[in-house]
């Protein structure tokens, strides 16, 4: 009986080594596609995401840290599939394998928990909190009932912060990127998405809605909730 419970500890042990080994190899393998590429034509994330995937605001690249998993993997499949057009990045996820746009996605979304990511992805966080009586942080939080127009937090979130995998963060996104977004909703170049629901929403807003309400999201700090492990 003690023979037969301590061989299924060393057991238990052997288990949990194994599983500890193969979540480690799995993340060192999506650091190394991250940072460096692949030997099938997939360029490193980092160069234009950043090391920290914290994106890069003036040129429109967005941060991908700590954004929800299961969002990052339908949008590079969107990307793969043509439903989201961009010259960038359609041709980089069409080099990628299904289990890479998983890979990918967990990665980015579990990366804020690296020690000292967090640290960096939390200085794109601005000091103070926007003006809540400017005409973004309306829109974000109020909408425009004349116009149907329902406030943005209400679906993704008090803050910005995203809701599930449906509801993207807009909360210190990079502001080029979100005004990129609302604009593609209205030539349509990005897929109306679950429901329709953003193209909807952006064919209500103008120019200046736009500039507006993008740099008020821009403005907010990110959220780093912690994530599960990929
Ligand atoms: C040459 C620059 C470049 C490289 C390299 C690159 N990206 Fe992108 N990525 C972009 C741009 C630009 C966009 C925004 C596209 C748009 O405006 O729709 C983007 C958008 C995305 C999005 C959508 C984010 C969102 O919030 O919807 C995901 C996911 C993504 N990239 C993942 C990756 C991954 C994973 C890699 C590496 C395998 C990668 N990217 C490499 C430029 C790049
Ligand atoms: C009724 C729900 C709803 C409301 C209200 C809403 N959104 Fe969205 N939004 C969505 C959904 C769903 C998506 C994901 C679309 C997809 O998967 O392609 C999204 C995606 C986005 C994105 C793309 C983010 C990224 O990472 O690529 C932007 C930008 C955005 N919304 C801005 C806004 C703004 C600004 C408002 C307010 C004027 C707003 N949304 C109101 C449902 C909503």
């Not at 579990?110 to 990511?117: D, R, S, T």
């Not at 008090?158 to 593609?184: D, E, H, I, R, T």
Request: glycine content about 10%; charged content about 10%.
């Amino acid at each position: 009986m003690t023979r037969c419970r301590t061989l299924i500890q060393i057991q238990m042990a052997l288990l949990a080594a194994v599983l500890t080994a193969g979540t480690a190899c799995a993340r060192a393998d999506s650091a190394s596609l991250a940072l460096k590429g692949n030997d099938h034509g997939t360029p490193a994330c980092a160069a234009c995401h950043g090391a920290q995937g914290e994106g890069r605001a003036v040129s429109g690249f967005p941060r991908l840290a700590g954004l929800n998993a299961g969002y990052l993997q339908t949008q590079l499949a969107a990307f793969a599939g043509g439903q989201r057009v961009s010259a960038m990045m359609t041709p980089i996820a069409r080099t990628m394998t299904q289990t890479e746009w998983q890979e990918m996605a967990r990665y980015y979304a579990w990366l804020p928990n690296l020690a000292g990511a967090s640290k960096s992805t939390s200085t794109l966080a601005k000091t103070a909190p926007p003006d809540t009586d400017s005409a973004g942080a309306k829109l974000a939080l109020q909408g425009r009932w004349s116009h149907a127009l329902p406030a943005c937090v209400q679906c993704h979130g008090s803050m910005g912060v995203g809701v599930g995998s449906v509801f993207p963060a807009l909360a210190g996104q990079s502001a080029v990127y979100l005004q990129n977004q609302l604009q593609a909703w209205q030539q349509g170049t990005r897929a109306a998405g679950p429901l329709g629901l953003m193209k909807v929403i952006a064919d209500k807003l103008s120019a200046e809605d736009i500039q507006y309400v993008a740099a008020y999201f821009a403005a907010l700090p990110v959220s780093l909730h912690p994530k599960a492990e990929p």
